[in-house]
């Protein structure tokens, strides 16, 4: 098979939309934080952690016989982990350097360069784990299979590719020969979600697409073979599936964008194309450039490109010490902005962009290791950087499965059906018939009554249901009877949207709140990465494939994702998936999320059990930015903090979604296509404030301390902000969060506010996570307000500092702020819980000017909070008791009919 080399189409229909380099959006801020001398080498690689959730603010770099680890610490801070140096024999000098795991999950760190050696360090046992010879010259580039993260693929000076597995030191596949690259390459990136493909560049001026398709038996072989790895039968792929001459000079960098590809020359820009592959008919095959990210002063070889997790920016260095930082999926491409440091002027080889993108590292020419964050509001943030890529995902999303932009209208097939003509029934025979059967049918439901099913309620709702069952219209056993018994967890049905991609990230969360007997089915772009992500899914999660609907369905948006139908068609396809015998009981609420929402499933079960399932409702909430509202609708719930349909309105929808999708095309994301499918039914949204989309960035503790009366059914987007306890990871803040959700429910971040007279004081509780304390009497509406403590979800020039609630600034000087303590305990027995709170000291407040210096810990008696669905919500009173000066006692209580809360002499 001879491939033809394939130039990019120009003409009318393919023209290529060009950013602008030097009018920077400035949606996101960033501040130089630090610098690192690695030595007077140059910096030739440096990457963070996408493998590991446990490692998300860890970084490696290559620097001469070096590589090194570092994490991201507070204020911009870097913590040497670890060092590996080459023997001085070796004369090793590394050009790359990339993150692997064994089978068992052990991090492993991949190193090559000068001397074409791969070496294989186990981070656990900071040892030499394998050491792989077979390139005859230098290695330029090594990337890990992240949906196999143990497979790795090496790109060298000697013009092959090698595809090694690193559990056995084996040389499995060798991309080289007839139509191979003709001069080095450069660098290699895997498919984010076709496992058996990967792209690669080089000297020759071209980009090669292969498949290893052909030869996946091997590569499963490989990890089995007990014998000498050296005897392994090794294979030889001679022929890409597409030999592709987009750029006229060296091509040092390319990056898999979902079926894009991103990749860069020697000739100032960076371009996005579209491969258009015609397997068996090579002849046919095109390539389609769709747009162009320019980068002055980028005209030497071996600069290198970065993205976030989710795929929503890019980095790259110049030869001038800039850094263009780019908005990958906007169109026209949208320069975000453009960093520098006044210590800096030696070309940039390498970027590294943090998983949300707030922090920014580049290694340079003259050794040094430089570092941006991210900022708002003028202050730098005084957490951890970086997020926890496994709490979240993860949005938007490395791996999506893209088409092009220029996608044309399908049309729907319209056809008119048929009818049979059936004889006719004789009308006095029928009635007759049917009356008998009636009888027969009343008799053999009096004979065989159902027994009636246990509770599933969580033990906080159990009272409730109790109540509910003594009544007598509960204990009739009639099928209608049946029909009114009260919801469980049982009748509800998640569909919830996830990746190949991002899901080996999102199980840990998805394992914390999914419990059964809740069923739930988790949709992905593509068969699952591994047998082992499959098996440690939770008991009632059922992995199901979606189908292909690119083809079938138009996506005219500018800036979205095509990706956004075959999540709206998750509304369907589930309903397909239950379709057959049901188990009992039959559902009767879909909830619809994506898998990096988090549930708090008793509070969800008490709002749903407000509404009668049998009627048409569509409940959810609305963004808490105005802005993002304006953009994309008031009207609808967002998908992100979960949206709920009664069963038999998710069956009216799934009959007619298909003939929504194509009337909707130009809208952005899955739910705004529900909302809309769902308007022309003839449904309005049910505002139910429980639902979190958290459109919002940085430090949301203002947010959650002023938590409305309803009780908090989710929250989304926890990957892109700041951990919910300070001093903790993200995994383990939402760890301790959910730990304290399900000791009361019910109460989590409900507000209770009390005062003291006597020593004027004001102490406003958000139950389960935080305590502040005022000094003299603050006013119950402005402790309501939320605090400012977050940043937009959209920033710019021309993006409303505007929100969904009321809103009150909070203060830039600690000193100035409210004594602050987290919870750190709970304990609870006899209906009551205990919750004890530390304190959070001020780290830029001298102790003279804290205020309540000697107060250290508050420890909260309340009882176990029962709501009765449909009864009226109202705020619980506390009283402080009299207590020593460290720690302070409160016991919360339901207020008295006519008790206000407010400060009383």
């Given at each position: 098979?001879?491939?033809?080399?394939?130039?990019?189409?120009?003409?009318?229909?393919?023209?290529?939309?060009v950013?602008?380099?030097?009018?920077?959006?400035?949606?996101?801020?960033?501040?130089?934080?630090?610098?690192?001398?690695?030595?007077?080498?140059?910096?030739?690689?440096?990457?963070?952690?996408?493998?590991?959730?446990?490692?998300?603010?860890?970084?490696?770099?290559?620097c001469?016989?070096?590589?090194?680890?570092?994490?991201?610490?507070k204020?911009?801070?870097?913590?040497?982990?670890?060092?590996?140096?080459?023997?001085?024999?070796?004369?090793?000098?590394?050009?790359?350097?990339?993150?692997?795991?064994?089978?068992?999950?052990?991090?492993?760190?991949?190193?090559?360069?000068?001397?074409g050696?791969?070496?294989?360090?186990?981070?656990?046992?900071?040892?030499?784990?394998?050491?792989?010879?077979?390139?005859?010259?230098?290695?330029?580039?090594?990337?890990?299979?992240?949906?196999?993260?143990?497979?790795?693929?090496?790109?060298?000076?000697?013009?092959?590719?090698?595809?090694?597995?690193?559990?056995?030191?084996?040389?499995?596949?060798?991309?080289?020969?007839?139509?191979?690259?003709r001069?080095?390459?450069?660098?290699?990136?895997?498919?984010?979600?076709?496992?058996?493909?990967?792209?690669?560049?080089?000297?020759?001026?071209?980009?090669?697409?292969?498949?290893?398709?052909?030869?996946?038996?091997?590569?499963?072989?490989?990890?089995?073979?007990?014998?000498?790895?050296?005897?392994f039968?090794?294979?030889?792929?001679?022929?890409?599936?597409?030999?592709?001459?987009?750029?006229?000079?060296?091509?040092?960098?390319?990056?898999?964008?979902?079926?894009?590809?991103?990749?860069?020359?020697?000739?100032?820009?960076?371009?996005m194309?579209?491969?258009?592959?015609?397997?068996?008919?090579?002849?046919?095959?095109?390539?389609?450039?769709?747009?162009?990210?320019?980068?002055?002063?980028?005209?030497?070889?071996?600069?290198?490109?970065s993205?976030?997790?989710?795929f929503?920016?890019?980095?790259?260095?110049?030869?001038?010490?800039?850094?263009?930082?780019?908005?990958?999926?906007?169109?026209?491409?949208?320069?975000?902005?453009?960093?520098?440091?006044?210590?800096?002027?030696s070309?940039?080889?390498?970027?590294?962009?943090?998983?949300?993108?707030?922090?920014?590292?580049?290694?340079?020419?003259?050794?040094?290791?430089?570092?941006?964050?991210?900022?708002?509001?003028?202050?730098?943030?005084?957490?951890?950087?970086?997020?926890?890529?496994?709490?979240?995902?993860?949005?938007?999303?490395?791996?999506?499965?893209?088409?092009?932009?220029?996608?044309?209208?399908?049309?729907?097939?319209?056809?008119?059906?048929?009818?049979?003509?059936?004889?006719?029934?004789?009308?006095?025979p029928?009635?007759?018939?049917?009356?008998?059967l009636?009888?027969?049918?009343?008799?053999?439901?009096?004979?065989?009554?159902p027994?009636?099913p246990?509770?599933?309620?969580?033990?906080?709702?159990?009272?409730?249901?109790?109540?509910?069952?003594?009544?007598?219209?509960?204990?009739?056993?009639?099928?209608?009877?049946?029909k009114?018994?009260?919801?469980?967890?049982?009748?509800?049905?998640?569909?919830?949207a996830s990746?190949?991609?991002?899901?080996?990230?999102?199980?840990?969360?998805?394992?914390?709140?999914?419990?059964?007997?809740?069923r739930?089915?988790?949709?992905?772009?593509?068969?699952?990465?591994?047998?082992?992500?499959?098996?440690?899914?939770?008991?009632?999660?059922?992995?199901?494939?979606?189908?292909d609907?690119?083809?079938?369905?138009?996506?005219?948006?500018?800036?979205?994702?095509p990706?956004?139908?075959?999540?709206?068609?998750?509304?369907?396809?589930?309903?397909?998936?239950?379709?057959?015998?049901?188990?009992?009981?039959?559902p009767?609420?879909?909830?619809?999320?994506?898998?990096?929402?988090?549930?708090?499933?008793?509070?969800?079960l008490?709002?749903?059990?407000?509404?009668?399932?049998?009627?048409?409702?569509y409940?959810?909430?609305?963004?808490?930015?105005?802005?993002?509202?304006?953009?994309?609708?008031?009207?609808m719930?967002?998908?992100?903090?979960?949206?709920?349909?009664?069963?038999?309105?998710?069956?009216?929808?799934?009959?007619?979604?298909?003939?929504c999708?194509?009337?909707?095309?130009?809208?952005?994301?899955?739910?705004?296509?529900?909302?809309?499918?769902?308007a022309?039914?003839g449904?309005?949204?049910?505002?139910?404030?429980?639902?979190?989309?958290?459109?919002?960035h940085?430090?949301?503790?203002?947010?959650?301390?002023?938590?409305?009366?309803?009780?908090?059914?989710?929250?989304?987007?926890?990957?892109?902000?700041?951990?919910?306890?300070?001093?903790?990871?993200?995994?383990?803040?939402v760890?301790?969060?959910?730990?304290?959700?399900n000791?009361?429910?019910?109460?989590?971040?409900?507000?209770?506010?009390?005062?003291?007279?006597?020593?004027?004081?004001?102490?406003?509780i958000?139950?389960?996570?935080?305590?502040?304390v005022?000094?003299?009497?603050?006013?119950?509406?402005?402790?309501?307000?939320?605090?400012?403590?977050?940043?937009?979800?959209?920033?710019?020039?021309?993006?409303?500092?505007?929100?969904?609630?009321?809103?009150?600034?909070?203060?830039?000087?600690?000193?100035?702020r409210?004594a602050?303590?987290?919870?750190?305990?709970?304990?609870?027995?006899?209906?009551?819980?205990?919750s004890?709170?530390?304190?959070?000291?001020?780290?830029?407040?001298s102790?003279?000017?804290?205020?309540?210096?000697?107060?250290?810990?508050?420890?909260?008696?309340?009882?176990?909070?029962?709501?009765?669905?449909?009864k009226?919500?109202r705020?619980?009173?506390?009283?402080?008791?009299?207590s020593?000066e460290?720690?302070?006692?409160?016991?919360?209580?339901?207020?008295?009919?006519?008790?206000?809360?407010?400060?009383?002499?």
């Amino acid at each position: 098979m001879v491939n033809q080399v394939v130039v990019p189409e120009v003409g009318l229909g393919h023209e290529v939309a060009v950013g602008s380099p030097t009018r920077p959006s400035r949606s996101r801020e960033y501040k130089a934080t630090n610098k690192h001398a690695e030595g007077k080498i140059p910096v030739y690689a440096v990457v963070f952690n996408f493998l590991d959730a446990r490692y998300h603010d860890v970084f490696a770099t290559a620097c001469g016989p070096r590589v090194s680890t570092y994490r991201c610490l507070k204020n911009g801070k870097f913590s040497l982990l670890q060092k590996y140096v080459a023997d001085e024999t070796d004369e090793e000098s590394f050009y790359t350097v990339s993150w692997a795991c064994d089978i068992d999950g052990t991090p492993l760190l991949v190193a090559a360069g000068k001397s074409g050696v791969v070496r294989i360090i186990n981070c656990g046992t900071e040892k030499i784990h394998k050491t792989l010879v077979g390139h005859g010259k230098a290695i330029n580039e090594i990337k890990s299979q992240a949906l196999k993260p143990s497979l790795i693929i090496s790109a060298s000076k000697d013009e092959s590719i090698r595809l090694w597995n690193v559990h056995t030191g084996i040389f499995i596949l060798c991309f080289a020969g007839d139509e191979g690259h003709r001069n080095e390459v450069l660098s290699v990136d895997f498919h984010t979600s076709d496992i058996y493909r990967f792209a690669s560049c080089g000297m020759d001026n071209t980009v090669r697409i292969w498949s290893m398709k052909e030869f996946w038996p091997y590569i499963e072989k490989s990890y089995s073979w007990t014998e000498n790895p050296s005897k392994f039968p090794t294979k030889f792929v001679k022929f890409p599936v597409m030999i592709a001459a987009v750029h006229s000079n060296y091509v040092d960098c390319t990056r898999w964008l979902g079926d894009f590809i991103l990749s860069k020359s020697v000739e100032n820009e960076i371009l996005m194309w579209e491969p258009i592959i015609k397997e068996g008919s090579p002849g046919e095959s095109r390539v389609d450039v769709l747009q162009k990210y320019p980068v002055p002063d980028c005209n030497i070889w071996f600069i290198k490109f970065s993205c976030d997790f989710h795929f929503n920016q890019l980095a790259i260095g110049n030869c001038e010490g800039k850094v263009y930082v780019w908005e990958v999926q906007a169109s026209p491409p949208v320069l975000i902005n453009c960093l520098s440091n006044p210590q800096l002027k030696s070309p940039i080889r390498q970027t590294a962009v943090s998983v949300d993108g707030s922090t920014i590292i580049a290694g340079s020419d003259d050794g040094n290791i430089w570092r941006w964050d991210e900022f708002a509001l003028g202050f730098l943030p005084n957490l951890e950087v970086g997020t926890h890529s496994a709490l979240k995902i993860l949005g938007d999303l490395l791996g999506l499965r893209l088409s092009s932009p220029r996608a044309r209208a399908l049309k729907p097939s319209m056809a008119t059906p048929s009818w049979p003509s059936h004889p006719r029934i004789p009308l006095r025979p029928f009635l007759l018939a049917l009356t008998i059967l009636s009888l027969l049918l009343l008799l053999h439901l009096h004979r065989h009554r159902p027994a009636t099913p246990p509770s599933l309620l969580p033990p906080s709702l159990r009272a409730t249901a109790a109540t509910q069952r003594a009544e007598p219209a509960r204990r009739s056993s009639s099928p209608a009877a049946a029909k009114l018994a009260p919801t469980t967890l049982a009748h509800v049905v998640f569909g919830i949207a996830s990746s190949r991609r991002t899901l080996p990230l999102r199980l840990p969360l998805l394992r914390l709140w999914l419990r059964p007997p809740t069923r739930a089915f988790l949709f992905l772009d593509g068969p699952a990465p591994d047998t082992d992500t499959v098996t440690s899914l939770p008991s009632n999660l059922r992995v199901c494939v979606s189908s292909d609907s690119s083809r079938r369905f138009p996506y005219s948006h500018p800036r979205g994702l095509p990706s956004a139908v075959r999540v709206a068609r998750i509304a369907k396809e589930l309903l397909l998936e239950v379709r057959g015998p049901l188990r009992d009981p039959p559902p009767r609420w879909l909830v619809l999320a994506d898998d990096d929402t988090a549930f708090v499933l008793p509070n969800l079960l008490h709002t749903l059990s407000k509404y009668d399932w049998r009627e048409p409702w569509y409940l959810g909430a609305r963004s808490e930015s105005a802005a993002q509202n304006a953009w994309h609708g008031f009207a609808m719930a967002y998908g992100g903090g979960g949206i709920a349909v009664s069963w038999p309105l998710a069956k009216r929808l799934a009959r007619v979604l298909d003939s929504c999708l194509l009337r909707y095309p130009h809208l952005y994301g899955s739910d705004a296509r529900i909302y809309a499918c769902l308007a022309e039914l003839g449904v309005e949204l049910t505002h139910e404030p429980g639902f979190h989309q958290i459109d919002l960035h940085g430090d949301i503790s203002g947010l959650l301390r002023a938590h409305p009366l309803t009780p908090l059914v989710s929250l989304h987007h926890l990957d892109h902000v700041y951990p919910l306890y300070p001093g903790m990871d993200r995994s383990t803040a939402v760890e301790h969060f959910f730990r304290v959700a399900n000791a009361d429910p019910l109460r989590i971040l409900q507000q209770t506010v009390c005062y003291d007279y006597s020593k004027a004081i004001t102490v406003s509780i958000a139950w389960g996570y935080s305590v502040q304390v005022f000094k003299g009497s603050v006013l119950l509406p402005d402790l309501l307000a939320v605090q400012k403590t977050f940043v937009p979800w959209k920033r710019g020039r021309n993006v409303t500092d505007s929100f969904m609630f009321d809103t009150k600034n909070y203060p830039r000087d600690e000193c100035k702020r409210a004594a602050l303590f987290f919870l750190n305990s709970i304990s609870s027995g006899e209906g009551k819980t205990k919750s004890n709170y530390s304190r959070q000291l001020p780290k830029k407040c001298s102790p003279n000017m804290m205020p309540l210096r000697n107060l250290h810990q508050i420890k909260v008696t309340s009882e176990l909070l029962h709501l009765v669905p449909g009864k009226a919500l109202r705020r619980h009173c506390c009283d402080i008791v009299p207590s020593s000066e460290t720690i302070m006692d409160i016991n919360i209580r339901k207020c008295k009919d006519d008790e206000l809360i407010a400060m009383h002499s």
